[in-house]
């Protein structure tokens, strides 16, 4: 359940919709307003930044917030609705100078420094686009499809599913890109349930196009929901995690397709859509499979495939984990960091424990191998990261 077969509706969004529609220029040849300029940029900017903006690609350029000199809005290329390939999209600010505009788009370094200084830019969405510029990690997704050292070696997002919480839906198709089988894997598919799409984390949400919301979070991270009916429609306003967003569906209005209703969820880091794998969602690990559209979820030890009902259990904090006893059960709590220390209680697997700061003890070897960390939780006992998942591979707050 993936793609959906008709298009249909005409481009919303909030602010003043403005397609590509040839525009005057100045004395000198340049564009004489930012609607133009966008434009042209946009094209060259999906060949180089995805291999987009084929002959049949769309322009829509949406300036959301104008002030003098100044504009800001959304860019899309959108694609053929029915089609295979996916619309991609990008938030912009330009400036006029006297010898024309200066666009940036997400993703790249000027986008951060334009923002800072745009009137047109609120205060509450600087510092999150000052992590837009595009910096990536050492290592994207490789063509193996394995997340590799993906975000730097920091895979914690913060993020619930984007359903609601305490609800079961379903997972329909595991991790695949944006666009299919693209790499790298950055989409998820989720179905059923009360069909309730929601923020997975807190942000600034943007309509992209009938049936695409953007939200950017903090962290560098954003996401992306498409697909839906009934969506909202947002110029930059503030979403709490678990706001909603729209109800799944079969929307292509900016292009692709959709096979049943459903919500296409994107995870993009720094202005690049990443690999899913590897991060958590709801309190889930989420892993490939052997090719797109397979893969699986674990939340401690249960593992739940493609197809299968994931339980929404809210967002992991960032200094918290969950607990993995690599094959159910409980894991013991000790007074100090090992064996030699005294039980002091245990606690379930799939459990979320709050950790206050770290130290190394003895060695142990779970399901991502062997480690001497040991962590002291908030109620004072100790339990080895070995069954743990904190989504770093150290301390996640502090040594002791």
């Not at 919303?12 to 434009?39: F, K, N, S």
Request: aromatic letters at 10%; hydrophobic letters at 35%; a negative charge.
């Amino acid at each position: 359940m993936r793609w959906a077969a008709a298009a249909t509706g005409l481009l919303m969004l909030t602010g003043t919709l403005m397609l590509a529609a040839p525009a005057a220029a100045t004395a000198d040849g340049t564009a004489a307003d930012p609607v133009e300029a966008v434009t042209d940029r946009l094209v060259q900017h999906g060949r180089s930044e995805t291999g987009a903006a084929s002959a049949a690609d769309e322009p829509r350029v949406s300036v959301t917030r104008s002030s003098e000199g100044w504009a800001f809005g959304t860019a899309v290329l959108a694609t053929e609705p029915g089609s295979a390939r996916m619309p991609q999209g990008w938030l912009f600010v330009a400036e006029h100078k006297d010898d024309g505009w200066q666009v940036a788009f997400e993703g790249q370094e000027e986008f951060a420094a334009l923002s800072e200084r745009a009137p047109v830019v609120e205060e509450a969405e600087k510092p999150l686009f000052a992590q837009q510029d595009g910096r990536q990690p050492d290592a994207r997704e490789s063509v193996t499809g394995q997340p590799g050292t993906m975000a730097g070696g920091d895979f914690r997002t913060g993020m619930a599913l984007p359903t609601t919480v305490g609800a079961g839906t379903v997972m329909t198709s595991g991790p695949h890109g944006w666009g299919g089988y693209e790499h790298p894997w950055s989409s998820l598919d989720f179905a059923g349930g009360d069909q309730v799409v929601r923020a997975a984390r807190e942000g600034t949400a943007y309509t992209m196009c009938t049936g695409w919301i953007r939200v950017i979070h903090d962290r560098g991270y954003a996401t992306d929901y498409y697909h839906l009916w009934d969506n909202i429609s947002t110029n930059g306003g503030w979403v709490g995690s678990g706001a909603y967003l729209g109800y799944t569906g079969t929307d292509v209005t900016c292009g692709g397709a959709a096979y049943g209703r459903h919500v296409h969820f994107g995870l993009r880091q720094n202005s690049q859509y990443v690999a899913v794998a590897g991060h958590n969602l709801g309190k889930w690990v989420i892993y490939n499979g052997a090719s797109a559209y397979q893969g699986s979820a674990l939340h401690g030890s249960h593992r739940v495939y493609a197809g299968g009902v994931l339980h929404n259990y809210g967002a992991l904090g960032l200094t918290q984990a969950v607990v993995d006893a690599n094959g159910g059960g409980s894991l013991n709590k000790r007074t100090g960091p090992g064996t030699g220390y005294a039980v002091a209680g245990s606690v379930a697997d799939g459990a979320t424990v709050s950790i206050a700061c770290s130290s190394n003890g003895t060695s142990h070897t779970g399901r991502y191998g062997t480690t001497s960390l040991w962590n002291r939780l908030t109620d004072g006992t100790w339990v080895s990261d070995a069954f743990l998942w904190t989504g770093v591979n150290g301390p996640i707050n502090g040594w002791c």
